[in-house]
């Protein structure tokens, strides 16, 4: 992957698009807390600051993950390349077995949200650092977040793979991903809410976006009793990510070891 230069470009993207994304917020934050009206006064008491530790490693991870599809590019492209120059197929030739193919990609898939997870830590940091206000509180009581962003992440580019993998064509590969991350799966949300109940947290993005709620100044103060149902559910929603994610790559073991190499 250190020679591939879209994995660069891509993850540079990345490293611009988590602390811009998290910055605009705070702005938008700041803006409401520093009104002098009364307004301005409550949301600053009801929520404190949900850029300062130990908020920020929830707030940054929310934010951060609204740009998975952006390594998912890497993703798709890193599988369907072995299908486009059939390396995939000399790699069987050169003594790889079918499931020595899939754990290499599967490693790949691992790297690429380990790095991820790392410029979404420095971002938790630094946004915590730069605001903090009390020096002598627990900075890292919610750092579990990192770990729930690692999940998130890998759960999500895991899907990608899949799609990629199914595919074989990187961009009809991309343009169903992206079509369904942003467009599809949040109408379907919409949709189920109002006809189903809450089915739509059991669809494949949702399932893993409800490890990481929203932050207390985007429904807090809108919905208290949502908020804490949210985090009440998170323990749900990593057991069925887990599951979801080992699902994905056992489907992807059990069609490679069928697969034509063609």
Same mark, same amino acid.
């Given at each position: 992957?250190?020679?591939?230069?879209?994995?660069?470009?891509? +993850?540079?993207?990345?490293?611009?698009?988590?602390?811009? $994304? %998290?910055?605009?917020?705070?702005?938008?934050?700041?803006?409401? !807390?520093?009104?002098?009206?009364?307004?301005?006064?409550?949301?600053?008491?009801?929520?404190?600051?949900?850029?300062? #530790?130990?908020?920020?490693?929830?707030?940054?991870?929310?934010?951060? =993950?609204?740009?998975?599809?952006?390594?998912?590019?890497?993703?798709?492209?890193?599988?369907? /390349?072995?299908?486009?120059?059939?390396?995939?197929?000399?790699?069987? $030739?050169?003594?790889?077995?079918?499931?020595?193919?899939?754990?290499? @990609?599967?490693?790949?898939?691992?790297i690429i949200s380990i790095m991820i997870t790392l410029l979404y830590?420095?971002? *938790?940091?630094? &946004?915590?650092?730069? %605001?903090?206000?009390? =020096?002598?509180?627990?900075? #890292?009581?919610?750092?579990?977040? &990192?770990?729930?962003?690692? +999940?998130?992440?890998?759960?999500?580019? =895991?899907?990608?793979?899949?799609?990629g993998f199914l595919v074989k064509k990187a961009f009809i590969a991309?343009?169903?991903? $992206?079509?369904?991350?942003?467009?599809?799966?949040?109408? +379907?949300?919409?949709?189920?809410?109002?006809?189903?109940?809450?089915?739509?947290?059991?669809l494949p993005f949702e399932i893993s976006d409800r490890m990481v709620?929203?932050? *207390?100044?985007? =429904?807090? +103060?809108?919905?208290?009793?949502?908020?804490? @149902?949210?985090?009440?559910?998170?323990?749900?929603?990593?057991?069925? &990510?887990?599951?979801?994610?080992?699902?994905?790559? !056992?489907?992807?073991?059990?069609? /490679? /070891?069928?697969?034509?190499? @063609?």
């Amino acid at each position: 992957m250190k020679k591939y230069s879209a994995f660069w470009w891509v +993850l540079g993207l990345t490293a611009l698009s988590y602390p811009g $994304i %998290n910055y605009m917020f705070f702005k938008i934050y700041d803006q409401m !807390a520093s009104n002098q009206t009364t307004g301005g006064k409550l949301i600053k008491a009801a929520i404190g600051n949900p850029f300062a #530790f130990p908020e920020s490693w929830h707030t940054a991870a929310y934010f951060s =993950s609204w740009f998975i599809f952006i390594p998912a590019v890497v993703v798709i492209m890193l599988i369907s /390349n072995e299908y486009s120059f059939r390396t995939h197929r000399q790699n069987i $030739i050169d003594g790889w077995s079918r499931s020595q193919f899939v754990s290499s @990609k599967l490693i790949d898939v691992l790297i690429i949200s380990i790095m991820i997870t790392l410029l979404y830590t420095a971002v *938790a940091l630094v &946004t915590g650092f730069t %605001n903090m206000e009390d =020096s002598t509180g627990d900075n #890292f009581n919610k750092a579990y977040f &990192t770990g729930l962003f690692f +999940l998130q992440t890998f759960s999500q580019l =895991s899907i990608a793979f899949l799609i990629g993998f199914l595919v074989k064509k990187a961009f009809i590969a991309l343009g169903i991903f $992206i079509f369904y991350f942003l467009i599809l799966e949040n109408i +379907l949300v919409g949709v189920f809410r109002l006809k189903l109940g809450d089915a739509g947290r059991f669809l494949p993005f949702e399932i893993s976006d409800r490890m990481v709620p929203p932050p *207390a100044f985007l =429904s807090k +103060l809108d919905s208290p009793e949502n908020y804490q @149902k949210a985090f009440d559910n998170i323990p749900l929603h990593i057991g069925l &990510t887990v599951a979801f994610t080992v699902i994905i790559w !056992a489907i992807c073991y059990r069609i /490679n /070891n069928k697969r034509d190499l @063609k």
